[in-house]
């Protein structure tokens, strides 16, 4: 069985460009995460999906960020334009849900350099 | 806000010495917690959990860690250190099943031969 999977593994971006991050869920997973690790800072989270739906989304840091998952499979994360503290390893988790288990798996992560 | 704190973000042992990792949490409220590993240039695997049941948890690679409700504390042990056992740490907590996962700050483990 495939695990979680983002793309890409590395991306290099100037200050006030656009980048969009991918996620591809655990098959029949319908929980989806995202979570950020800033240089020498914790893991934090961004935002949790059921299916298609937004279930929170209290840790997204302000409106340049966008996370879609449309269908309720892969998901995106995109960040317009990108600023110098967005720079950082972002991850992916998904985990089944009700009636199974809610334990989280994660992706390599996307390490996103702005410059 | 409820937070982790992990002791120390580097820790060095010898190879079969015993590992420990500390972890405490904010809440009075007991949550689900748990133990990540990442190994260089992996996602975060899963140790262990405790979702209320035994305090004790036995985890992967000859993982425990015990639940402390008095000391709000779910500490990571094992009893000999093996080489492969160099990774970063991380302890995690979540309140609702399902929910969001807030993380300590990491430990990084470092065995010497």
């Known amino acids: 069985e495939a695990g979680v999977t983002q793309f890409p593994s590395h991306s290099v971006i100037e200050k006030g460009q656009t980048v969009t991050l991918r996620c591809d869920p655990i098959?029949?997973?319908?929980?989806l995460y995202w979570y950020r690790r800033v240089m020498g800072k914790e893991i934090k989270f961004l935002l949790h999906f059921v299916k298609e739906s937004k279930q929170d989304e209290s840790g997204m840091p302000n409106n340049r960020f966008l996370a879609e998952r449309t269908g309720g499979t892969y998901s995106t994360l995109k960040v317009q334009p990108a600023e110098l503290e967005d720079s950082g390893v972002y991850f992916c988790a998904s985990s089944f849900g009700a009636g199974g288990s809610y334990e989280q798996y994660f992706g390599p992560g996307t390490r996103l350099t702005v410059t | 806000a409820q937070s982790v704190t992990q002791l120390g973000s580097h820790v060095s042992v010898s190879e079969g010495a015993l590992v420990l990792l500390r972890c405490n949490y904010s809440s009075s409220v007991p949550p689900y917690l748990f133990w990540y590993v990442q190994y260089p240039n992996q996602g975060l695997q899963l140790l262990l959990k405790?979702?209320?049941?035994?305090?004790l948890v036995k985890g992967i690679n000859g993982f425990e860690a015990e639940f402390k409700k008095s000391e709000t504390s779910f500490h990571l042990t094992k009893p000999s250190a093996h080489m492969s056992d160099a990774a970063e740490y991380f302890c995690a907590v979540s309140y609702n099943q399902g929910g969001k996962l807030i993380f300590g700050q990491g430990t990084e483990l470092s065995v010497k031969p």
């Open positions: 098959s029949g997973h319908d929980n």
């Open positions: 405790y979702t209320s049941a035994a305090t």
